[in-house]
């Protein structure tokens, strides 16, 4: 099992720029979660997928959109990026049942200039 | 929404002290406890966790500690090992048919051999 893999590692865009974060599992968890973190911020929620054909805004969703491509893969867009979101983006999924434990990716290491 | 306070943000201890991190939240709705632990360049990984009906629980050198009423909750880690140098984050949610966490703003501890 690879768990939940992310690419790109390292992205350098210019403002203005777009791209797609891309996000897989293969525990078969239905719910999956793209957070920021930023230096004393913690993890901060951007968008969640509780089941497949779902998307939620979570704390921090404005810049981005998400697909639920299907149960295994959730991606993350930046339409026009900005310096603001300079940042490590996190995927993560978790199951609804018994075992919550959410489950992260490596991270994706993002720079705008 | 739910607010997640973290203290300290920083926290060095001598290998073999004990080290404690606290955490307040704010919705008394929540019922699940987590804690994560983040090694440089990697993404947070469940340590320990725990039920609002529990009010202790240890796993080996860790524990956590819950006081419904005061909302706040703990992690305790004895006899440091210099492995255990890393980020800690607590988080609160609210159970469900999925895991919509909101996370403190971590604590790096290092701990000095």
């Known amino acids: 099992n690879a768990g939940v893999t992310q690419t790109p590692k390292f992205q350098v865009l210019k403002t203005g720029q777009s791209m797609t974060l891309q996000c897989a599992q293969d525990?078969?968890?239905?719910?999956m979660y793209w957070y920021r973190q930023d230096p004393g911020m913690g993890l901060r929620l951007i968008y969640y997928?509780?089941?497949?054909?779902?998307?939620d805004k979570g704390e921090v969703p404005n810049g981005y959109n998400v697909s639920r491509l299907n149960k295994r893969e959730f991606s993350l867009r930046l339409e026009s990026a900005a310096p603001s979101q300079t940042s490590v983006y996190f995927c993560?999924?978790?199951?609804?049942?018994?075992?919550?434990?959410?489950?992260f990716g490596p991270g994706t290491r993002l720079t705008v200039t | 929404g739910e607010n997640v306070e973290q203290h300290p943000s920083t926290l060095s201890v001598q290998e073999g002290d004990s080290a404690v991190i606290k955490c307040t939240y704010s919705?008394?709705?929540?019922?699940?406890f987590p804690w994560y632990k983040q090694e440089l360049g990697k993404g947070p990984q469940l340590i320990i966790d725990?039920?609002?009906?529990?009010g202790e629980k240890k796993d080996q050198r860790i524990a956590v500690t819950l006081n419904k009423t005061a909302k706040h909750f703990s992690l305790h880690i004895t006899e440091t090992q210099p492995e255990d140098s890393a980020v800690y984050f607590c988080?609160?949610?609210?159970?469900?048919?999925?895991?919509?966490?909101?996370f403190g703003t971590g604590t790096k501890l290092q701990v000095i051999p």
């Open positions: 993560a999924s978790s199951e609804w049942t018994g075992d919550y434990e959410q489950y």
């Open positions: 525990m078969n968890h239905n719910s």
């Open positions: 919705d008394s709705a929540s019922n699940y």
């Open positions: 988080a609160a949610s609210n159970s469900g048919g999925y895991q919509k966490v909101t």
């Open positions: 725990i039920r609002s009906n529990v």
């Open positions: 997928s509780a089941s497949e054909g779902t998307t």
